[in-house]
Nanobody
């Protein structure tokens, strides 16, 4: 199981940018591909982006491609999700986990896009 703490979510307006952080600990986190996922109200949790344990090979969902950038600071055990051009459809609770995810999820961080 991976232990993570997500942070950085807040209320933003459409078109704004936001950076989320996923701080992890333990060898599982350090040696795993880490993904960002999100769950919007009334919807299933969905994959957003992932990055390898070395901080390369980023992979994005179609909705994230071109607007979101995932990165990893190996020394700080932190994975980031830089989001730009946010839309109402990006409103969700964002989680990080291994990719593929295990059964344990953090508390997530909420992103609300509203005018």
């Amino acid at each position: 199981q991976v232990q993570v703490v997500e942070s950085g979510g807040r209320l933003v307006q459409p078109g704004e940018s936001l950076r989320l952080s996923c701080a992890g600990s333990g060898p599982t986190y350090r040696l795993s591909t880490i993904g960002w996922y999100r769950r919007a109200p009334g919807k299933e949790r969905e994959f957003v982006a992932s990055i390898s344990w070395r901080g390369d090979n980023p992979y994005y969902s179609n909705s994230a491609k071109g607007r979101f950038t995932i990165s990893r600071d190996v020394a700080k055990n932190t994975v980031y999700l830089q989001m730009s051009s946010l839309t109402f459809d990006d409103s969700a609770v964002y989680y990080c986990n291994t990719q593929p995810p295990d059964d344990t999820w953090g508390q997530g961080t909420e992103v609300a896009v509203s005018s």
